[in-house]
Nanobody, 119 residues
Framework: QVQLAESGGGLVQAGGSLRLSCEAS????????MGWFRRPPGKEREFVAA??????TSYTDSVKGRFTISRDNPNTLTLHMNSLEPDDTAVYYC??????????????WGLGTQVTVSS
């Protein structure tokens, strides 16, 4: 059974940092892209960042220069979040798919980890 497990969320003050991790199990994700999405309170899920198998990365404009996505191995994904803002408050989800794009619905999803940024 394929599972994606996010960890590292929590409560942080504005300007602080967090490191999110996603561990995938149940299959080998060689050749897959992986990405991070988030659902702010009362809003739709939105794209945050993605990394292709090639290593190419993409970010939504609001996190550019503050967040960094990386992949330690085919099944481990990390999101370094710096200079956090209250608008970054959301449940963060990990996704793995042949291609990860904004508006993603398919692929494998984790259950999410809560990030709360206080002002």
């Amino acid at each position: 059974q394929v599972q994606l497990a996010e960890s590292g969320g929590g409560l942080v003050q504005a300007g602080g940092s967090l490191r999110l991790s996603c561990e995938a199990s149940g299959r080998d994700f060689n050749g897959y892209a992986m990405g991070w999405f988030r659902r702010p309170p009362g809003k739709e899920r939105e794209f945050v960042a993605a990394i292709k198998w090639s290593g190419a990365t993409s970010y939504t404009d609001s996190v550019k220069g503050r967040f960094t996505i990386s992949r330690d191995n085919p099944n481990t994904l990390t999101l370094h979040m710096n200079s956090l803002e209250p608008d970054d408050t959301a449940v963060y989800y990990c996704n793995a798919a042949p291609s990860v794009v904004p508006g993603q619905t398919g692929g494998f999803w984790g259950l999410g980890t809560q990030v709360t940024v206080s002002s």
